[in-house]
């Protein structure tokens, strides 16, 4: 594992010789483990960038998450933003539309919160005393709205009631004319719905939907 330190955040950069990158944001109350690391440098289709929020921050810490934009930039410099694909699922998938909207970046997002009031109004009491500790909750349909600088999108969310609601407020973003696609889980449960294996197929669709006629979405 080549795990490095960019000012005070640790995460972990595998190479592979691509010329895509994912990214793979760590989700709420995962410490400083890599989501996903195991499976997904088993047999890796791009390069890989594994980051984590210990601190259950949304990513945003008391700096609006300007540390971790930074790391994403020093990073992203070396491929064509056309190419780099952010994943992140409820804590995470916030924060992958959020540093997503602003670098150019295609986004994979399961059932993300999109206004953490809102959010916090309807989860249960763990998320809410996460929710609670977060100082400046940038709500992601003002902040995005009109100014949206990312790429495809492709957003999969399930039927608790926290997600239909932050859903909702999702479909009331001005993405422009980026594609979107969108996937509905019949489930109760804020569960994760993704096979760790159909990320590439996702991320290679996303990046390559605009230049397709028809297309397949990944069986789940």
């Not at 600088?149 to 999702?170: C, P, S, T, V």
């Not at 569960?191 to 390559?208: A, M, S, V």
């Amino acid at each position: 594992m080549n795990e490095l330190i960019f000012k005070n955040k640790k995460y972990v950069y595998e190479q592979y010789g691509n010329n895509s990158l994912l990214v793979i944001l760590n989700t709420h109350n995962q410490g400083e483990k890599y989501f996903g690391y195991a499976s997904l440098t088993k047999s890796p289709k791009s390069d890989l960038l594994f980051i984590t929020d210990p601190n259950n921050s949304y990513y945003l810490d008391d700096d609006n998450g300007e540390t971790y934009k930074e790391l994403l930039i020093n990073i992203s410099e070396k491929y064509d933003k056309k190419r780099i694909t952010i994943f992140g699922t409820s804590m995470a998938g916030y924060a992958a539309l959020y540093f997503g909207s602003q670098l150019g970046f295609n986004i994979i997002t399961s059932n993300p919160q999109i206004d953490l009031d809102v959010s916090f109004e309807i989860s249960w009491p763990n998320l809410r005393e996460t929710l609670s500790k977060i100082e400046n909750k940038i709500s992601l349909k003002t902040f995005i709205s009109g100014n949206y600088r990312g790429g495809n999108i492709f957003i999969i969310y399930g039927q608790h009631r926290m997600d239909i609601a932050n859903y909702k407020l999702f479909c009331e973003i001005d993405f422009g004319e980026k594609i979107i696609i969108k996937k509905h889980i019949n489930s109760i449960e804020h569960g994760f719905f993704l096979r760790l294996e159909t990320l590439h197929e996702i991320q290679f669709l996303l990046e390559n939907i605009e230049n397709s006629i028809e297309y397949n979405i990944p069986e789940f």
